[in-house]
């Protein structure tokens, strides 16, 4: 490695964090020292601002009575707390989730340019989840214990996850998670969503101080979770994670997604479900850590 690479006079790194110092005055002066304003929110992923707007690529529609652009009438959007309970008598209501204590799926991952592998997933209450992936090179792992989650990938030791990594891990891993959306923001707000594979949606978002906010996409007619948008603060933005849910299906009397899309900036992946048991024994010894290797 070149050794000017390292130097901390090096212009690249210099101009670096007069850009951080100025992103970070931007949200103290301006928005209450909260998060608004991030590299991204000029830059979009480029070398340089993004400073000229971008050509439309629809022409804008027209009403055809008035010569006027359309507007439609806005139309009056329920509650939060509305919203959640649809949600939760969709899947069966609190009193048949309250009856699954363990859930072992497997399935199918798709991912890497259309290659598959088989996958596994083992949950048990309260709050216990293992995925397995058997990818080419070897197993990765994602895992909560019901207190702390740890990774592992092909050819690398065991990661024990930060604290991001175990609030949305502790997320995945709730069996009961309809029942418990209500507490996952200390308030919401709901909003018009954007249509997800030709359902019409309701978003909530779900807003606590000092945290990224959380997105929740509803299904207008079923009332069932099409997609939920969470995200983790870095010094260059928030970093999203978007899990899409589809093809419902009855298993002993709760209704589950047996396909989601976990698609993140780097990364996206499905996983398709084809078998599922539930109420089925599984040992906590397998939610647990390996140990860290002998050091030689």
């Not at 050509?55 to 359309?70: H, I």
């Not at 969470?230 to 260059?236: F, N, V």
Request: hydrophobic share 35%; glycine share 6%; charged share 25%.
């Amino acid at each position: 490695m070149d050794s000017h690479s390292t130097k901390d006079d090096k212009k690249p790194k210099l101009t670096a964090r007069k850009m951080m110092k100025m992103v970070f005055a931007l949200n103290k002066e301006n928005f209450e020292d909260q998060r608004e304003v991030t590299c991204y929110s000029c830059h979009r992923g480029a070398a340089k601002p993004v400073a000229t707007p971008v050509v439309a690529t629809e022409e804008l529609r027209l009403d055809a009575s008035s010569g006027n652009s359309s507007t439609a009438t806005p139309t009056a959007l329920p509650a939060a707390d509305q919203l959640f309970d649809k949600y939760l008598a969709a899947v069966g209501g609190a009193a048949a989730l309250q009856k699954i204590t363990s859930r072992i799926e497997k399935g199918t991952l798709s991912a890497f340019g259309g290659q598959h592998f088989p996958v596994e997933i083992y949950a048990k209450a309260p709050g216990k989840r293992l995925s397995i992936m058997h990818l080419r090179d070897g197993d990765s792992i994602t895992a909560f214990d019901g207190h702390s989650g740890w990774l592992s990938v092909p050819g690398r030791p065991p990661q024990i996850m930060n604290s991001a990594e175990n609030a949305a891990a502790q997320m995945d891993a709730d069996l009961y998670f309809p029942i418990h959306l209500k507490n996952l923001a200390q308030k919401f707000i709901v909003q018009s969503g954007e249509n997800i594979d030709g359902h019409d949606t309701r978003l909530v978002v779900g807003e606590t101080q000092g945290q990224p906010p959380l997105r929740l996409y509803f299904d207008s007619q079923s009332g069932w979770l099409l997609r939920l948008i969470r995200y983790t603060e870095t010094p260059l933005g928030r970093i999203p994670t978007q899990i899409d849910y589809a093809d419902y299906r009855d298993a002993d009397g709760v209704k589950v997604a047996f396909r989601w899309t976990l698609a993140r900036p780097d990364n996206r992946f499905t996983i398709q479900v084809d078998q599922l048991q539930q109420n089925v024994p599984v040992d906590d010894a397998k939610f647990k850590a390996p140990p860290p290797p002998a050091s030689s």
